[in-house]
Each structure stands twice: as C-alpha cells, then as structure tokens.
C-alpha cells in the first residue's frame, strides 16, 4: 500500500517552528527539522519580547528558538550574546517611542503595549526573511532580491507564487522557434541582418547590451537555434534580471514598492513582466473581481491583436511589486526569442533614464507599448 503513496504530500498546518517546540518538548531528535542530538539542549534567542531594568541591571525577556513562549524567561543582558537581536530590538524600540510619545528614552519598564508590538515587529522580521529565502531559491535570475517594512506590520503576502518566465493557462501553446541565424558575429558581421533581420526588423542593442530602438519597435533576440553562443550582444532579456532589487513597503500608503540597488544606465534591461497567460476574454472576467479587489495585475498583450493578457496577480515575479507612475523610469518593449507568434510577445522593461542606487523604479500602467506601426 505505501509504495503507491509515494511523491504525495500534505500540507502541514503547524509553523516549522511550532514542530521544533514539538521535538524539543518531547526531547526527540528530528535530521528533517534540523533537530539533532547536539542542538537538542541548545538555547539559541529567537527574539526579544520585553525589557526593564533594575537598579543599573538591564533585563531582556528571551523567546528561545525551538521552545514554546511559556518558556521565555527574562535574562540579565550579559548573559545574551545576540549582538544583532540587541541591537534591532533597542532601534525598533526606539523608533515606536518616538512615534508614540515623541521621546526616544528607553523608560524602566515598557508598557503591555509596546512590549506587545515589539513581539509583532520580531515576528514580522522573522516572516519576512523566511519570504525572502524563499523568493530567492526560487529566482533563476542572477539578481538577489530583498525584502525590507520599517513603515507597518503587514508581512509577505498572502497569495504569491514567485515564477521566472510566463505560466502558459489552459488552451494556449507557445511554439518553438524552428529557425536561428548563421552569423559569424551577430553585432558586427550578421548575416542576412541576424534574427530580427529574418522579419525586417531593426537589431535592438548596441555592444552594452543597451537597446536602441525606440519603444514600440519589437526586439528579436537570438533564440535555441541560432549559431551563435551565450555571450551573443542579441541576449539581453533572456538573461533575466541582473541587478540587486528590494521590495520595500511605502511610506505613503502605495503598498509595496521595488527599489534599485545598484545604479542603472539608461536603456539598460531591468526586468521582464511575467505572470500567467490567459484569453482576453478571461482577462475581462477576472478584471472584474480585481476591480472589487482595488487592484489589478493584467496586462494586455496588444502588440498585433489583443487577444492575449498577462495576469501577475498570483503568478508573478519582481514585477507583481513595481508601483505606477505618470512619470516613470521604466519603459515597456515586445520582445520575441524562442516563440515569434506575434500576439504573445514577451514584456521587458528598460531604463528611461540613469536611475540612481535606492531609487524606486515605476512605470506606466496605463501606457503600454505604443501602437504597432
Ligand atoms: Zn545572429
Ligand atoms: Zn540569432
Ligand atoms: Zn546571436
């Protein structure tokens, strides 16, 4: 019987946390949760749930990693060699402090309140980074993605899928390139004008890899077939994304954003609008719900014909996360690589301008490609 069970799986309902406390209550060692017989007795702070002091004694109550919160016990802070936890804990201290009572001075004690919501900062902190290892194991792009809210509570969201290239809904194929170009050198010596030059197009960058066309022109890029090698001037977006990029809560009540790590020249690729593809005629229906929703993740696909959108709201990369602007500093492009159907064009977007590190990055939602001419 069990052998027919094998590659199923079940969801668990407890945190991994909440099974560690189980192993370490029942004194068990577990290889799968990283329990062993050396860690079993180990005390490692997980986070820091309140604070007084005594006299000149400072004092931290400790939740422990691997043991229940009717565990903590309060610890004198020579005894904590949590170095980084001390010091997150004091700077979220002190920035509620002054949010609440407009001092910074660490009282005696803490009221119920504030202690309470340092907990909920921890836990959030915790959510967060597991969010962020998670989102990372997943990307197959070379740029490292942060997570970062000094601005509220809210944790990752609730209903995400982070994927890397287009998820293809039911009834829609994408074909295989048949055909790839015989070039010596794509950029310097193309042969009958290199892939785009197959559809008479225009090659689309210089050697930075930096597009040249103006927007509304399509992008060919060398694709599976061709003669030429990864290191091609014409694989620019298939490369993925490159920078380091965070997502960050904001300030101004805009939800997530995304912001640059690292500088960005103008015209360089950023990063591609993926999502699930779907019929328009679905896309209609589901526009509807998010409308309700207050948000909306489609995209029209309206390069030739529209009959195809790009839904991020589930399935969705960095992108799901870059917020509107009537003045942004990404610009759209149609790209075709591996599949020329004209009305599934892959979306990338580039560089307007220089954007500095730290800079938030931002498009148009309502000015798509403009028209095909
Ligand atoms: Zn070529
Ligand atoms: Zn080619
Ligand atoms: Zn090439």
Request: aromatic share 10%; glycine share 6%.
């Amino acid at each position: 019987m069990a052998e027919n069970l094998k590659g199923c799986s079940v969801c668990c309902k407890s945190s991994w946390n909440q099974l560690q406390d189980l192993c370490r209550l029942a004194k068990l060692s577990c290889p799968a949760l990283g329990i062993s017989k050396r860690n079993l007795y180990d005390f490692e702070v997980e986070y820091l749930c309140d604070y007084k002091k005594i006299r000149e004694q400072e004092y931290y109550l400790v939740k422990w990693r691997g043991y229940p919160d009717s565990e903590s016990t309060w610890e004198p802070r020579q005894n904590l060699k949590c170095v980084r936890i001390l010091k997150q804990f004091h700077k979220d201290l002190e920035r509620e402090l002054l949010r609440r009572h407009h001092r910074s001075k660490t009282p005696r004690h803490l009221d119920p309140s504030l202690a309470n919501y340092l907990v909920q900062k921890a836990k959030q902190r915790r959510a967060l980074r597991r969010w962020e290892q998670e989102l990372n194991a997943k990307r197959s792009h070379l740029g490292r993605i942060t997570v970062e809210n000094e601005v509220d509570l809210d944790g990752p969201p609730r209903a995400f899928v982070y994927i890397n290239e287009y998820r293809v809904g039911e009834g829609i194929t994408l074909n295989q390139v048949a055909v790839g170009c015989e070039c010596q050198d794509c950029l310097w010596a193309p042969t009958g004008g290199c892939c785009p030059g197959a559809s008479l197009h225009k090659f689309a960058y210089n050697d930075q890899g930096q597009v040249r066309l103006r927007a509304g022109l399509p992008i060919y890029e060398c694709n599976s077939r061709c003669r030429c090698g990864y290191d091609c001037p014409n694989r620019v977006v298939q490369k993925g994304i490159r920078y380091d990029l965070c997502i960050f809560r904001t300030d101004d009540g805009r939800g997530w954003g995304v912001r640059t790590l690292e500088k960005i020249r103008k015209n360089s690729f950023v990063m591609e609008y993926v999502g699930e593809i779907i019929t328009s005629e679905e896309a209609e229906r589901r526009g509807q719900i998010y409308d309700r929703q207050g948000a909306t993740y489609l995209f029209d696909l309206d390069y030739v014909e529209d009959v195809y959108t790009v839904d991020a709201a589930y399935y969705g990369n960095i992108s799901h996360f870059v917020n509107h602007s009537c003045d942004p500093n990404l610009q759209v492009y149609n790209v075709f690589i591996d599949n020329l159907d004209e009305r599934l064009p892959r979306i990338a977007f580039f560089a307007t301008r220089t954007i500095r590190a730290g800079e938030e990055l931002t498009f148009d939602y309502n000015m798509q490609a403009p028209p095909h001419s």
